[in-house]
């Protein structure tokens, strides 16, 4: 990093003289950019600023609405114009003109008006379009295959539809859902890059639909339309027992092509009896199992015109639901990243193994020439035995085999269709010829998610934990926020998904694809309340009710209401953070939750009692009594910005009885928690349910027990994301930054120094001697413990929203340096642009670096040499600081401190120095292998020269630092 020189001591901060004139970027509906197939009758709209001037804020806008991009840009027969409104506001502004229109696409523009007397120039024409509104706008018809399926391994049906059009294009938009998964084309090309269409919900209640423009597919003349099915979410096997045709037995399409021609006259062509049906090449699709693709019995051209189709049945209408299609919110799973691999290989076992590098989520395209009938198996793992052998047995039931047989007579391209797996290194059987890297290719799919967080330090295994942070995250967020990826499990865990969501919001634009899945949280939630396990529910309706997995119903709509400042999600999921409010207070005894299934935190550390007779294990209902608060406070927390007048005082009194019973069951008189587990202490104090005068000494327990594991987290799925949070709050983000930086199991670094790429579902998914984990549950991809991610961007670098004006509308920036690491740099892509906080301490000085994005503020706390902060008020634009920073300002120094940390900072070196003089004529050698030991290890492995004496000597002289 760069700094000006003119830069002096004391942070003074130096202003970027602009005259930059305001300008609108990044137009946006519903957080998308032109979307198709809105179903919103009042959709929002969102822009940012963009100047190059200090402290810009907006003081008005003005909306314009039109059919027709000519009267838009005269400003003349709008459709609606807001006119120019006095507001800062520039997110979620809603649309509130006439009503609009199925099918119908509307163009739009906005100008503003800012605070230094500018006013911009209209924006750039953006559009949305409306898709089928009503019941009536569907003319198609469900079909399925004329043929019989014959029981056991059905082949995709394959539909086709020829067309003609005597006239001249002038757009076209194709409507397509699905009862299973689809991949469509238009005169041979494929329509779209969306893949594992139309997505999971909860079909029994809402089914997407997607919108396509398609008109560059299209000709004057002859057409034709292809579409072909897979069984996926719908029929096909999900969940660990096996079961197929959870939601339906049989596959079917819906599909509507809405053309308009030149001369303003429209045409609809739709799904129905006149379609042909038959099978082709996909002979077998599960997305747990994979593939079975016989190129050989691929029908040449059959979604293309002149095709003979004397051969095909004519579909099979069917009578099937329309009540519960709705439009696509989210954005769609594409392909992203293609890895090349790293290595071919042949194991120990005689395996034909290819190694991508990294453990991702999708497919490999393979090309290959043989002759016709080579079958080829591709199989897929996360890891290596220690002993360098291809190893599945953590996938349990689920394949992940894809099989291609060869059509013979050149080099065939080939991948699969309608599966997806989760992997890093493939092993290949059959192929003909030498297995060579350019021949294969490893495709990451997940949800288009834009990228929106970056974080970087000087610590490379800090960097590869935020690198396995993202990767786990984008190949989980899949459609649904999945546990993992690639055994026979992949289902939407809601306990996981609260747990990382906060973190999922840093890395990318999580906004439209929690929205979405929330609303499934509240399709499948029960009569009573009750959240499922996972969502969509495919357990049952007794699956539920667990505690930190059901409060996925009030965790997350806050989480992303803090992130997006988008109130409608919160009006959109009251109903349900009530009802569960409400589950959990019928479930209770004098507002006491201590019935019920749990599975309370989850892999957590050492599961029974370790030598010195602790116990990591932490009481279930008082983790239960910990989140009913939680949730109950979240609650009050939307009944306040709903202004939902009316609850607010009874869930007020909810929440003081809560804590009073947890107080009267769960603390003894002499204020200690009756587990004293680090997730008992953390969950006590991050959700303050004890009263201020005995938070002190439950911080202090808590300190007391992360030493006696000689520095190291023995919490689980619930504790693990608050601990380092609360340890910040409370005045040891020392420790904190120990934690993280510790390498030994169990740590978040132990993984990175065993290779991994993702985040594990274990903290000791591979065993220091290369041994795994049981198989029955021991994923190498799931995010669930990369939550420690909201710590480092929240604390390291200091980036925070606002509570009381979210969406970083005002940014709360508090960076905690530490000496553990020398540079660390955040950058965050928010609703107004960009944000981001850098600081790198050198030479005694510590150097800080702040961007704050236009239409926005910012509170810095700004820190100081002698541990306090500056509190500094600014307005957008980039900010630097200069700072005095003794190496001792990282934190205190005890006997738990390893030799490493201490060496860094000289006065706590001279004291060890002052008091083991002998140190002086030690070589470097020695004092090397005294890097990772703490005092106390010295005492107890060298007692004569760090003798008792001597070490309370040291701790009373570091604590005087």
């Not at 049906?157 to 991949?183: C, D, M, N, Q, W």
């Not at 939680?630 to 005082?649: C, F, M, R, W, Y």
């Not at 670094?749 to 591979?766: C, F, K, N, Q, S």
Request: with cysteine; aromatic share 12%; proline share 4%.
């Amino acid at each position: 990093m760069r700094y000006l020189k003119i830069l002096v001591a004391g942070s003074i901060l130096l202003p970027l003289f602009s005259f930059a004139q305001v300008s609108v970027m990044q137009l946006k509906i519903e957080d998308k950019i032109n979307p198709l197939g809105l179903d919103d009758m009042h959709p929002r709209f969102s822009w940012q600023l963009q100047s190059a001037a200090r402290e810009v804020m907006q003081t008005a806008y003005e909306i314009r609405v039109a059919t027709e991009e000519k009267q838009l840009l005269r400003g003349k027969k709008l459709l609606w114009t807001t006119g120019k409104v006095s507001s800062d506001q520039s997110v979620f502004v809603p649309y509130q003109g006439p009503e609009l229109m199925t099918n119908q696409q509307y163009l739009w523009q906005v100008r503003v008006w800012d605070n230094q007397g500018h006013t911009s120039d209209w924006s750039a024409v953006n559009a949305w379009q409306m898709g089928l509104l009503k019941r009536s706008d569907w003319q198609a018809q469900w079909i399925g295959p004329g043929y019989e399926e014959e029981a056991g391994e059905r082949p995709s049906p394959y539909f086709r539809k020829e067309f003609s059009s005597t006239k001249s294009i002038v757009s076209a938009t194709a409507y397509i859902t699905a009862h299973g998964l689809y991949e469509a084309f238009i005169n041979g090309q494929r329509v779209g890059d969306a893949y594992l269409t139309p997505g999971w919900t909860s079909y029994n209640k809402r089914l997407q639909y997607q919108a396509y423009d398609v008109t560059s597919l299209l000709q004057k003349g002859d057409n034709a339309i292809g579409v072909r099915l897979g069984n996926g979410w719908y029929r096909g096997i999900i969940g660990w027992a096996s079961q197929d045709g959870f939601y339906g037995k049989d596959l079917a399409l819906l599909f509507q092509l809405e053309v308009t021609y030149s001369d303003g006259s429209t045409a609809t062509i739709v799904s129905d009896g006149s379609w042909s049906s038959h099978t082709g090449g996909i002979l077998y699709a599960e997305i747990y199992n994979g593939v079975t693709y016989d190129a050989g019995k691929e029908p040449n051209g059959w979604n293309q015109v002149g095709f003979d189709a004397a051969a095909w049945l004519p579909a099979r209408t069917q009578d099937l639901d329309f009540g519960h299609l709705i439009a696509t919110y989210n954005e769609p799973v594409r392909k992203h990243e293609h890895l090349q691999p790293v290595k071919v290989m042949m194991t120990p076992e005689g395996d034909h193994v290819v190694d991508f590098g990294q453990n991702l989520v999708g497919w490999v395209k393979m090309k290959v020439s043989g002759k016709a009938g080579d079958t080829i198996r591709i199989y897929h793992a996360e890891v290596l035995d220690k002993d360098g052998n291809f190893y599945t047995a953590n996938l349990r039931a689920a394949k992940q085999t894809n099989t291609f047989v060869l059509k013979g007579g050149g080099e065939e391209t080939l991948e699969p269709h309608f599966t997806f797996q989760g992997f890093r290194y493939i092993k290949v059987e059959g192929y003909p010829g030498e297995l060579k890297r350019e021949n294969f290719s490893a495709i990451a799919v997940y949800s288009d998610m834009e990228k929106t967080g970056t974080f970087v330090t000087n610590d490379p295994l800090i960097n590869q934990l935020q690198h396995n942070i993202q990767w786990g995250q984008q190949g989980n967020f899949l459609d649904v926020p999945t546990d993992c990826p690639q055994r026979d499990e992949r289902l939407g865990w809601t306990g996981d998904a609260q747990a990382f969501s906060a973190t999922a919001a840093f890395n990318r634009d999580v906004h439209n694809f929690f929205y979405k899945w929330l609303q499934d949280v509240s399709a499948d939630q029960t009569s009573s309340g009750s959240v499922p396990f996972v969502v969509p529910n495919v357990l049952g309706e007794n699956a539920g009710g667990s505690a930190g997995w059901a409060d996925v119903a009030t965790i997350i709509p806050w989480n992303m209401y803090l992130a997006y400042r988008d109130e409608r999600i919160l009006e959109n999921q009251y109903p349900s953070m009530k009802a569960w409010v409400g589950f959990m207070e019928r479930a209770s005894t004098d507002d006491l939750w201590n019935k019920g299934f749990h599975f309370g935190d989850w892999l957590f550390y050492r599961p029974f009692d370790d030598n010195d007779g602790r116990s990591a294990v932490t009481d279930k209902y008082l983790i239960a009594q910990c989140f009913y608060a939680h949730s109950t406070q979240l609650l009050l927390n939307a009944a306040e910005v709903l202004g939902k007048t009316e609850d607010i005082p009874y869930y007020q009194n909810l929440l003081k009885r809560i804590k009073a019973a947890f107080m009267k069951e769960y603390v003894t008189g002499s204020g200690r928690l009756v587990s004293g587990t680090q997730t008992a202490y953390v969950l006590a104090l991050q959700f303050d349910m004890l009263p201020e005068h005995l938070r002190q000494q439950a911080v202090d327990r808590l300190v007391e027990n992360i030493r006696s594991y000689d520095t190291h987290l023995t919490t689980g799925f619930l504790g693990t994301p608050y601990l380092c949070h609360v340890l910040s709050r409370f005045g040891h983000t020392g420790m904190a930054y120990e934690l993280l930086m510790q390498q030994t199991y169990p740590s978040w670094l132990y993984p990175v120094t065993m290779g991994a790429t993702t985040i594990w579902e274990r903290w000791d998914g591979i065993k220091p001697d290369g041994t795994f984990q049981t198989p029955s549950m021991n994923s190498y991809n799931h995010y669930a413990y990369g939550a420690i991610g909201d710590w480092m961007y929240r604390n390291i670098t200091g980036i925070n929203e606002d509570k009381d004006h979210p969406g970083y509308k005002h940014i709360i920036l508090r960076p905690q340096p530490n000496t553990a690491l020398t540079y660390a740099q955040a950058e965050l892509e928010t609703l107004y642009g960009k944000l981001a906080s850098s600081w790198q301490i050198m030479d005694d000085t510590l150097e800080l670096e702040v961007t704050i994005p236009a239409n926005t503020t910012a509170t810095l706390y700004l820190p100081k040499e002698d541990g306090t902060t500056e509190t500094k008020s600014l307005g957008s634009g980039i900010y630097h600081y200069r700072i005095g920073w003794m190496e001792s300002h990282a934190g205190q120094f005890d006997l738990q401190s390893k030799v490493r940390d201490i060496w860094k900072d000289e006065a706590a070196k001279a004291v060890i120095l002052k008091n083991i003089p002998e140190l002086h004529g030690a070589t470097d050698l020695q004092i090397g292998q005294m890097m990772n030991l703490t005092l106390t290890d010295l005492g107890n492995s060298a007692p004569q020269l760090f003798s008792a004496e001597r070490l309370k000597m040291i701790e009373a002289a570091l604590k005087k630092l």
